[in-house]
């Protein structure tokens, strides 16, 4: 009978163990502590995809992802003219029209313009930056605005990303999207 109450014992022990064990607090304390009052806002500007990434240094970063449109052209647009010179010092006018500082100061503000009447597309050849169609080039146009001369056709090794659609077809229907893989 005694070993019987140790082995019932021990069997008591380990499994309050193993409860004890399993009911430990999974999210380790990171030492941070949220705070859900107030308002929140983003703090990322995207307007036109790739703007971002390539004309915004990595230390202006977070100046930039805050700045409001209205002031973004008057901190960014000799940096960004600098920085479009760089990467084409040939740069004299694009398929726009449009001569570094003025390119650059149209980049700087980066919105994405929407058209309420008319076509929305990024760029056709005839409607410019009057919104963004999903089967939009976005990348090839931008690449033609920075390389591709007065006519679009100068640095052809440049002016594209050889991506020329989505890899599923899109919806017809209301998101449009395309289905997740």
Avoid: H
């Avoid at 010179?85 to 500082?101: E, H, I, K, S, V």
């Avoid at 760029?123 to 919104?131: A, E, K, M, S, Y």
Wanted: glycine share 8%.
């Amino acid at each position: 009978m005694k070993n019987i109450k140790i082995i019932y014992s021990l069997c008591l022990l380990v499994t309050l163990s193993l409860f004890t064990i399993s009911c430990s607090d999974d999210n380790p304390d990171t030492g941070v502590e949220l705070d859900f009052s107030g308002t929140f806002a983003q703090r990322d500007q995207m307007g036109r995809p790739a703007i971002n990434t390539v004309f915004v240094s990595s230390a202006d970063k977070d100046v930039f992802n805050r700045a409001t449109p209205s002031t973004m052209g008057g901190l960014f647009s000799q940096k960004f003219q600098d920085r479009l010179l760089a990467l084409n010092p040939g740069y004299t006018t694009n398929a726009l029209g449009l001569d570094a500082a003025t390119f650059t100061s149209v980049l700087a503000t980066d919105i994405l313009s929407v058209a309420t009447s008319g076509k929305t597309t990024f760029f056709d050849g005839t409607n410019v930056l009057t919104g963004r169609a999903l089967d939009d080039d976005v990348i090839d146009v931008e690449l033609i605005l920075i390389f591709g001369g007065p006519d679009g056709s100068s640095n052809p090794g440049l002016t594209s990303d050889n991506v020329s659609a989505n890899d599923k077809t899109f919806s017809s229907s209301f998101p449009y999207l395309a289905s997740p893989w």
